[in-house]
């Protein structure tokens, strides 16, 4: 089965929201009304009832009121003995002090019985937060999906202004589809491909409708995708058994590079493998002191060397040490800027030569971190690290920042490499293997019915 109709497939079975009538109340808010009805505190009930008597005594109306007046003042004579009254004083004080008591008992109960209903209330709604949480982390399509929402939204948007104006499939409607596709971050290339097999297969099949057409240019966006990626190696290497595995992690400075290895630290830590940092980026300040706090968040050890340090002096001692305590992987965080690209290439393939010295299998990795919202940058600073150094993958952060999200079909299409992992976000857990199906589906799930 190919890509494209994994695509559909998924389509299809996507769940069909029922709109409930606006005009009947939700069963739950009956309940939740009802509920809270049945949980009134005893208090309350009581205090009603005393002021149903209050309003009963006084409805009793002038003649009444004035009867029970004279009741109440013969009743409160005094008798001639002092003794007496003074009994009476203190009986009637001590009926206040009761009737306080109670009052100020039946008022804590409700505090307290409120109290105990937001407090579980809160609870509730917390684990509820928790729970969500973590079937979000645990369902890969779920987080594609709100991972790409800006890039599906902007390539919907593209899309549906390219195909309002559609009157038919002659010239102009190619070239606005070229356009439409450089927009979207493909690249001139791809979109020129695109737009001929768009032109090719209308015209075969004869197709005049707009959602034929919709269809028909998704459609060989994906096969071309898919067809471009056979023969890559999508997934990590590792080293044999008793060996660290080493990884390092190459790119410009500002594209998340740092961050990847941290991230990729945690993931790797949380699988129960044992991992090392290596600080080599040591020309950019701060660099390291951010390695550090990755590796304290992470609780794992970061090695690194005096400020303005050689980057391959940090390499080596790090591999050495890797070695020595029997480290299962090995992450070095390498400089992005060394006064020119010629420079910055040639410490990169020094590294090379200092990790193979320790270890000759190693790195069993060099990936290539890129910053998603930067399109065709990206593109170019993937071909300036291809041509110099032995890249085995990508790593594309910041993916849940653009608008546009073609820039992965562009770099399999002109580079056939493959991207490894993608980015979404901040949290460790935002860094997620990257899938295919799960990004066609994320990006175009919007533009193509079931």
């Known amino acids: 089965m190919g890509l494209f109709d994994i695509f559909k497939k998924k389509k299809q079975e996507e769940p069909v929201e029922a709109e409930a009538p606006q005009s009947a109340q939700p069963e739950d808010a009956t309940a939740k009304t009802d509920?809270?009805?049945?949980?009134?505190?005893?208090?309350?009930?009581?205090?009603?009832?005393?002021?149903?008597?209050?309003?009963?005594?006084?409805?009793q109306g002038t003649d009444g009121a004035e009867e029970a007046v004279a009741d109440e003042e013969d009743s409160l004579t005094l008798p001639e003995d002092n003794t007496d009254g003074n009994q009476v004083a203190e009986k009637n004080q001590t009926n206040e002090q009761s009737i306080d008591e109670t009052e100020r008992y039946a008022e804590s109960e409700v505090v307290e019985s409120n109290e105990t209903v937001v407090d579980d209330e809160v609870k509730h709604t917390e684990a509820a937060e928790d729970k969500t949480e973590s079937a979000t982390d645990d369902?890969?399509?779920?987080?594609?999906?709100?991972?790409?929402?800006?890039?599906r939204k902007g390539f919907a948007s593209r899309f549906n202004k390219f195909l309002a104006n559609f009157r038919s499939v002659d010239e102009e409607f190619f070239e606005d589809l070229e356009d439409t596709l450089i927009g979207a971050d493909l690249g001139f290339d791809l979109a020129i491909k695109i737009s001929d097999q768009v032109r090719e297969e209308a015209k075969l099949e004869n197709l005049k409708s707009k959602e034929d057409i919709r269809e028909l240019i998704i459609r060989l966006m994906v096969e071309s995708y898919e067809e471009q990626g056979k023969g890559e190696e999508q997934n990590m290497h590792f080293a044999p058994a008793g060996q660290p595995t080493v990884v390092l992690f190459v790119g410009v400075n500002g594209v998340g590079k740092t961050t990847t290895v941290g991230k990729m630290a945690q993931r790797y830590k949380d699988q129960g493998k044992k991992i090392m940092l290596a600080a080599a980026d040591?020309?950019?300040?701060?660099?390291?002191?951010?390695?550090?706090?990755?590796g304290e968040r992470a609780k794992v050890p970061?090695?690194?060397?005096?400020?303005?340090?050689?980057?391959?002096?940090?390499?080596?001692?790090?591999?050495?040490?890797a070695k020595a305590e029997q480290v299962d992987m090995l992450f070095v965080d390498t400089a992005g800027r060394l006064q020119n690209n010629v420079n910055l290439m040639q410490e990169l393939a020094k590294m090379n030569r200092v990790v193979k010295k320790v270890l000759p299998d190693a790195p069993q990795e060099v990936l290539l971190v890129l910053d998603a919202t930067?399109?065709?940058n990206a593109l170019q600073q993937a071909k300036l690290f291809k041509d110099s150094s032995e890249v085995t993958g990508l790593v594309l952060t910041k993916m849940d920042g653009t608008a546009k999200g073609g820039i992965v079909f562009a770099i399999r299409d002109q580079l056939h490499l493959p991207v490894k992992w993608i980015g979404f976000g901040e949290k460790a857990?935002?860094?997620r293997v990257f899938s295919a199906e799960d990004f066609v589906y994320g990006l175009f799930k919007d533009l193509v019915k079931s």
Do not use: C, H, I, M
């Not at 949980?39 to 006084?58: G, H, K, Y």
């Not at 369902?139 to 890039?151: D, H, I, P, R, W």
């Open 302 to 321: 970061v090695v690194t060397g005096p400020e303005k340090a050689d980057p391959s002096s940090v390499v080596y001692q790090a591999v050495e040490r």
């Open 429 to 431: 857990s935002d860094l």
């Open 374 to 376: 930067t399109g065709q």
């Open 139 to 151: 369902n890969e399509q779920a987080v594609y999906e709100k991972g790409l929402t800006q890039s």
């Open 282 to 294: 040591t020309f950019r300040a701060g660099a390291v002191k951010q390695l550090q706090e990755w």
């Open 35 to 59: 509920s809270s009805a049945n949980q009134e505190p005893e208090a309350s009930v009581a205090a009603d009832e005393t002021v149903t008597v209050n309003q009963a005594v006084v409805e």
